[in-house]
Structure formats: structure tokens, C-alpha cells
């Protein structure tokens, strides 16, 4: 059983416009929420995160927004540019016991065209 | 810097042989991880050390086991490969073990292991 979904597997989008990425989860234990970004060859590395406490948290170029109602996360992304084509991973935890462990998303693929 | 360093790369197994995955880290943090990536499966935990002399089962733990070794080293024996375990391994570690004190995971850049 799936988690946390990402149902779209890939995502095209031209340099300077918005990427909006989906994320949805089923468990209301969730309680933390991060995005990765993943270039091939390498592991994933932390973009942004979010509390439950908060419905949004910006970073630059990057915003993160929760509706706790839908369980619904979405990365937004602007402006897009070619260097931001690269795998994107959203992530949950429940806290508690669950330490560090993290449930993945499947990954949508970025592609920023120039 | 080198973060967190994976060896070996690549490997290829036979059914049944065993090998042992090595990871070590140079940041001082007390948790580390390992998940394995399948196509469509996103990551998946396997094992994780919350701190140094602790160990605990992931979400599928099955056909491996790990030591942690020391604070810097964390490493995922398989004891008799199945082409099943085919897949990327990565390694991670945080400072804390809980991912809402702000303490996000830092990832090596991966085994590909096939088993044939």
C-alpha cells in the first residue's frame, strides 16, 4: 500500500515558467513533509520541508505548500530552469517512534527546457 | 568534504553469494540509514541506527542484516543474494534521529547491485 503517491511520473516545463510537482498521502500520522531533488548517478539531496504546523514554507526559488484536509503537498518552482531537471522525491514521517524514517514518493521527472 | 561516502559503485553477484555493503560518513551524526530504490517503488527503508549501538528493521529488512560499526560506519550484509535484491542501495545519515528537529537525511550516491 502506497503511502505517500506521486502520480505523475514526469513533468516538462520551459525555462523561466512555474513547476508544480503533486504529492498526496493517505496516512494522518504524517506529521513532517520534505522534498529531494535526484540527479542521475547520485543519491537524493534534501530541498525544502514542512511542518503539519505550517500550510506553507518558502526557500528562494522553492515553496512548498500542505492542505492538511486533502493530503495534498505540492513543490512549487519558479522561475523553472534547466538545472533544476532532475528527479524529485516528496517524503513523509510520523514522528514518534519513527525516527528518522522516512516513506517515499515514486518520483516525478523534471524537465526544464531551455 | 565527503559526506557520505558508498563502496563498492557497482557489483554483481550470483544467487547465494553474500557481500557486505560499506558506508561511512564524516559529519559526527548520530543516525544513519539504509534504503534501497526500485523502479516505481520510491525509496525504501531497510535498516536503520537511530544512534550508535542501536539497530532497528525498516520496512523491508528481510535477507539483510547490519552493524553499526562505529559512530562513522554503517554496513548492510547480504547474507545469500536473490535476484529479488537487485536494486540501488543508498546510505543516509542525520544528526538527530527525528526528521521534524530539522535534521534532514544526507544520502551517499549509491550501490547498484545486480544479482543474476
Known amino acids: 500500500d502506497q503511502q505517500v503517491k506521486q502520480n505523475s511520473p514526469s513533468l516538462s516545463v520551459q525555462e523561466g515558467r512555474i513547476s508544480i510537482l503533486n504529492c498526496d498521502y493517505t496516512?494522518?500520522?504524517?506529521?513532517?513533509f520534505l522534498w529531494y531533488k535526484k540527479y542521475p548517478a547520485e543519491g537524493p539531496t534534501f530541498l525544502i520541508s514542512?511542518?503539519?504546523?505550517?500550510d506553507k514554507n518558502e526557500d528562494g526559488r522553492f515553496t512548498v505548500f500542505l492542505n492538511k484536509s486533502a493530503k495534498h503537498l505540492s513543490l512549487h518552482i519558479v522561475p523553472s530552469q534547466p538545472g533544476d531537471s532532475a528527479v524529485y522525491f516528496c517524503a513523509a514521517n510520523a514522528g514518534g517512534t519513527s525516527y528518522g524514517k522516512l516513506t517515499f514518493g515514486q518520483g516525478t521527472i523534471l524537465t526544464v527546457h531551455p | 568534504n565527503a559526506g557520505v561516502t558508498q563502496t563498492p559503485k557497482f557489483q554483481v553477484l550470483k544467487t547465494g553469494q553474500s557481500m557486505t555493503l560499506q558506508c561511512a560518513q564524516d559529519?559526527?551524526?548520530?543516525?544513519m540509514y539504509w534504503y534501497r530504490q526500485d523502479p516505481g517503488m520510491g525509496l525504501r527503508l531497510i535498516y536503520y541506527s537511530a544512534s550508535e549501538g542501536t539497530t532497528d528493521k525498516g520496512e523491508v529488512p528481510n535477507g539483510y542484516n547490519v552493524s553499526r560499526l562505529n559512530k562513522r560506519e554503517f554496513s548492510l550484509r547480504l547474507e545469500s543474494a536473490a535476484p529479488s535484491q537487485t536494486s540501488v542501495y543508498f546510505c543516509?545519515?542525520?544528526?538527530?534521529?527525528?526528521?521534524?528537529?530539522?535534521?534532514?537525511?544526507?544520502f551517499g550516491n549509491g550501490t547498484r547491485l545486480t544479482v543474476t
Open positions: 514542512i511542518s503539519s504546523i505550517k
Open positions: 559529519m559526527n551524526h548520530n543516525s
Open positions: 496516512n494522518s500520522m504524517f506529521d513532517y
Open positions: 543516509a545519515s542525520s544528526e538527530h534521529p527525528q526528521a521534524r528537529l530539522g535534521s534532514p537525511l544526507h
